[in-house]
């Protein structure tokens, strides 16, 4: 765990600087606006310890996958989304001697990530190894109110030296990724100018043929001596640069401005692609950095409005949650529903930028509640779209009859994931699935949605595990083999609760939705069953499954096993290994790990979180009381769920606990596995934690709800969340909760089991 970051409620702030942390750093400053995103790598030339990243939404390379013991079904390709144009490109030359910050002498630095704004700051004064006194001061953002702009403002001041000065600014497109095979590159060059003209590079990814765009244009301003400077125009392979030229003297200042368009075939035609990204570059000049900045905080202002949560005189915990929603938005906003939420983002490489199942299971709800219920259905579509894919990854692995197994991680619906014991069996992913459609609907109440898209992917998720359980004879029930749970501590195991239980519910779900079809939109139900072929013998198969599921349970306990199997392990809490052993996967062997009793994250305690309401609290508290002292939290997942779940049992200690885990992870780096990224679809969770955690929201009757369980560490803690066209606030105090209405229309909500009447003022209860 570190602590060299500054606590600021609106600010993320390294006041020192810390080279050994400068990875983790580029990470957690990393800015972005859900179409592209870049770390916070230093302008200039750096040679310390970095991990260099521009990213594009949506944009992916299929790397090699094949391995030796390859069998039938198993990916092609591990998709990644390519290391892009590095657009911040700016060296400093004084007489020949170039800036580096990893060889200069650092009196002063400043690095500020500003949230409310969206705005990277940088400033920096050092010596350079001829003792040249200099000072850079960086702005830069990636515009939230034009998708494609990306803007820096850099300043160069002198407090010594008078002397040559040249600034090299640059666009490379000759980038790799650093855990590429072999270190093969994505890129391959179609065309590029640098001149009066125009300065741009393209380029087009190898096997997938991207054509993505960089163009800049730029201004610079002259404080102090001459004002004189001259341009120069260079090239290289997948690179064009812009030589500056002129003289600095004591206390003289150079004010740089670069403004960059990156844009991708993804959105433009080929042919329209150059000529547009050029005018728009054009424009950004024109308009200007602070105009251009003015707009982009103008848009974060709007969505601030909404996602925002207030916590009152805790800065720490302040801190956190508005880093974990700033990190969302910057990730995915909505905007373009081909695209899906990384776990990384576009802060690292880590994961390939792919969709995985954290968004249907934890970044869904945090969408439904901060912005249209649009961009959630979206979210659902994405997958309805990948349907067809989906069944073709089944039929690879043997199934039949439309049977879908949605992949563990993708691109565009094939599985590209290269690890077997997750390819072929953490299969518990297509419960996820399942689980956000009903999600979804019962948040908005929209069913005309099982009629329009989820039916059709309800049942062929339904077929899946209808086919993938087998009956034992030995039990007299319906078991599941060979899975993996979401502990991915356990590999290959039989009849893991969690990966029973939830095949149990899809089935009983696709049931019901089927029905709600048949009863309310029978003209599209007659439809539906003639295009997938669907017969009432299956309704019947999933009903004698559902009634015959093994669900495994150790009676003397009175809990739900993990797995089969499960006790026959040295059961030893994680307050009984060393601090030399944790983080477990970094310092065992994978032997070792997979024959301890320790998880990895929330398994048992993911099922009761997802279904809470179906489990007694005596249950539920057993199977905390067991689970949670075994868990490693090595997931990022996991924390939050076990916060939610610590609430809801008046752990108030233990919730505060694990909410703070979950909101610090990266920015404290929790699991010494920032450098590579931030923790982004895990960040949903901390928001989680508040909202269906310590507010305890839900939907009950069609009727939101809350039961306010404020830790006894805050004063006040306030959120809004839009409901079915309607925007309700909630302020939660020691004393009192408040519910306002910000809307146009009355509305029916339940504070603490008593329903109220809640007219567009405040009523306190």
């Not at 049977?403 to 992913?429: Q, S």
Request: aromatic share 12%.
């Amino acid at each position: 765990m570190k602590d060299y970051l500054v606590k600021d409620n609106w600010r993320i702030i390294e006041d020192q600087y810390h080279a050994e942390y400068n990875q983790i750093s580029e990470s957690i400053f990393s800015i972005g606006n859900g179409q592209m995103g870049q770390r916070a790598n230093f302008e200039e030339s750096y040679t310390g310890n970095t991990l260099q990243g521009n990213y594009i939404g949506g944009v992916y390379y299929p790397d090699k996958t094949r391995v030796g013991w390859w069998k039938n079904g198993y990916p092609e390709y591990f998709a990644k989304v390519p290391n892009a144009c590095d657009w911040i490109g700016i060296r400093i030359l004084l007489d020949q001697e170039e800036v580096n910050l990893a060889t200069s002498d650092i009196k002063n630095f400043y690095r500020e990530l500003d949230m409310k704004r969206g705005l990277l700051t940088r400033k920096v004064e050092f010596l350079t190894p001829k003792g040249r006194h200099i000072s850079i001061e960086s702005r830069r953002f990636c515009s939230m109110a034009d998708d494609e702009i990306g803007a820096i403002e850099y300043k160069v001041k002198s407090f010594n030296y008078s002397g040559g000065l040249a600034l090299v600014s640059s666009l490379d497109f000759d980038v790799k990724n650093s855990n590429a095979n072999y270190d093969e590159k994505f890129w391959d060059e179609d065309q590029q100018m640098s001149s009066s003209e125009a300065i741009y590079v393209t380029a087009k990814t190898r096997k997938t043929d991207f054509l993505c765009t960089a163009n800049m244009n730029h201004t610079l301003l002259i404080k102090g001596g001459k004002s004189d400077y001259y341009f120069d125009y260079g090239n290289g392979e997948k690179y064009v640069e812009v030589f500056i030229s002129g003289e600095i003297v004591p206390d003289g200042e150079w004010v740089y401005h670069k403004y960059v368009n990156i844009s991708s075939s993804r959105n433009h035609t080929n042919e329209e692609l150059q000529v547009t990204a050029l005018a728009k570059s054009r424009a950004a000049k024109a308009q200007g950095f602070k105009s251009l900045l003015n707009d982009h905080i103008n848009a974060w202002s709007k969505i601030w409005d909404t996602a925002d949560i207030v916590i009152k005189d805790d800065v720490t915990a302040q801190q956190g949650i508005r880093f974990n929603i700033f990190q969302l938005y910057q990730t995915y906003t909505g905007k373009d529903s081909r695209l899906n939420i990384g776990p990384k983002g576009f802060t690292g490489e880590k994961y390939g930028g792919s969709t995985y199942w954290d968004t249907e299971a934890y970044c869904l709800p945090f969408y439904l509640s901060t912005t249209d219920e649009s961009v959630a259905r979206n979210l659902l579509i994405y997958r309805h779209n990948q349907l067809d894919r989906a069944i073709e990854n089944a039929e690879k692995l043997g199934f039949s009859n439309g049977a879908a197994l949605y992949p563990m991680v993708t691109m565009n619906g094939e599985e590209c994931h290269n690890e077997w014991e997750i390819t072929f069996e953490e299969i518990h992913r297509n419960g996820a699935i399942a689980y956000a459609i009903y999600d979804y609907i019962k948040y908005t109440g929209d069913k005309d949605y099982l009629a329009s898209h989820g039916a059709e992917v309800l049942v062929a998720i339904a077929r899946f595990w209808a086919q993938r359980v087998n009956f034992s004879e030995a039990k007299q029930q319906y078991v599941i083999l060979g899975v993996t749970g979401p502990n991915e501590y356990e590999n290959n195991v039989n009849n893991n609760w969690y990966t029973n239980y939830i095949a149990s519910w899809c089935m009983e779900y696709a049931a019901e939705s089927l029905a709600y079809i048949e009863g309310n939109h029978n003209e599209v139900y007659g439809k539906i069953i003639s295009k997938i072929n669907f017969s009432n013998s299956e309704l019947e198969k999933w009903s004698d499954i559902r009634s015959k599921m093994y669900l495994p349970k150790d009676e003397s306990r009175g809990i739900f096993l993990q797995q089969d199997g499960f006790l026959d392990k040295d059961i030893l809490p994680v307050t009984d290994l060393s601090m030399v052993d944790v983080p477990i996967n970094q310092k065992w062997s994978w032997d070792r790990i997979l024959r301890s009793c320790y998880i990895k994250q929330a398994d048992v305690l993911q099922g009761i979180y997802f279904f809470v309401d179906k489990f007694d609290p005596k249950d539920i508290r057993r199977n905390y009381e067991f689970y949670e002292p075994l868990t490693v939290h090595e997931s990022s997942l996991s924390p939050c769920v076990h916060s939610i779940l610590a609430t809801k049992l008046g752990m108030n200690d233990k919730a505060y606990e694990m909410y703070l885990r979950t909101s610090r992870l990266d920015l404290d780096d929790y699991n010494n596995d920032t450098e590579d990224g931030c923790h982004i679809t895990s960040m949903a969770g901390t928001w989680l934690a508040i909202v269906r955690g310590f507010a305890g929201m839900s939907v009950e009757d069609d009727r939101l709800s809350f039961t306010p369980r404020l830790p006894q560490q805050w004063a006040e803690v306030s959120f809004k969340t839009n409901f079915r066209g309607q925007l309700i606030e909630l302020i939660m105090r020691k004393d009192n909760n408040e519910v306002k209405n910000h809307s146009y229309r009355p509305i029916k909500v339940i504070l603490n089991k008593i329903e109220i009447i809640v007219e567009p003022v405040a009523v306190t209860i």
